[in-house]
């Protein structure tokens, strides 16, 4: 079965950090383009950065500079280092792999 399973979110304060993990499960991450998302309370799901089968990364404009995206092909796992967390960065984190699938979720709470 194909599934994206996520980890390491919680709880922190304003300026702390966070590592996200995703495990992808039924099939190899190598050739993919994986991704995390993000969606807030009473908001729409957006990208938060992607990162291409050759290593080629993009970030949104506003986590750029304190986010950084990898990848562990030999791990199939996905990452997501999370540095100088501000309170809207509060969100549930999703991870997406270019066949479609999304895991079901890690909740991230930035408190001051």
């Known amino acids: 079965q194909v599934q994206l399973v996520e980890s390491g979110g919680g709880s922190v304060q304003a300026g702390g950090s966070l590592k996200l993990s995703c495990v992808a499960y039924?099939?190899?991450?190598?050739?993919?383009?994986m991704a995390w998302y993000r969606q807030a309370p009473g908001k729409a799901r957006e990208s938060v950065s992607s990162?291409?089968?050759?290593?080629?990364?993009r970030y949104a404009d506003s986590v750029k500079g304190r986010f950084t995206i990898s990848r562990y092909n030999d791990k199939n796992t996905l990452y997501l280092q999370m540095n100088s967390l501000k309170t809207e960065d509060t969100a549930v984190y999703y991870c997406?792999?270019?066949?479609?699938?999304w895991g079901r979720g890690t909740q991230v709470t930035v408190s001051t």
């Open positions: 039924g099939y190899t991450i190598s050739w993919c383009e």
């Open positions: 997406w792999a270019c066949s479609g699938v």
């Open positions: 990162i291409a089968s050759d290593g080629t990364t």
